[in-house]
């Protein structure tokens, strides 16, 4: 389960749907990976929409 830090990252999505979308980021990170970058970059002060931009792939993304 993702754990309720990780939630407003995520936006609206959560369970399986979230956690495909952290699995299949642009980085190639496993899981556990990117929640500990995730975890990194919140104490670092960065805003949720800016790791859901780096994280979570779009339609924009795949035209690319």
């Known amino acids: 389960m ?3 830090s990780l939630r407003p990252a995520l ?3 959560s369970g399986a749907g979230a956690r495909a979308e952290l699995r299949n980021n642009p ?4 899981l556990r990976e990117v929640r500990a970058e ?3 970059l919140s104490a670092r002060g960065w805003q949720t929409w800016e790791i859901r931009t780096r994280f979570a792939l ?3 993304d795949d035209d690319d």
């Open 58 to 60: 779009t339609c924009k």
């Open 2 to 4: 993702i754990s309720q």
């Open 11 to 13: 936006g609206a999505r």
């Open 38 to 40: 995730i975890r990194r």
């Open 27 to 30: 980085y190639g990170l496993s």
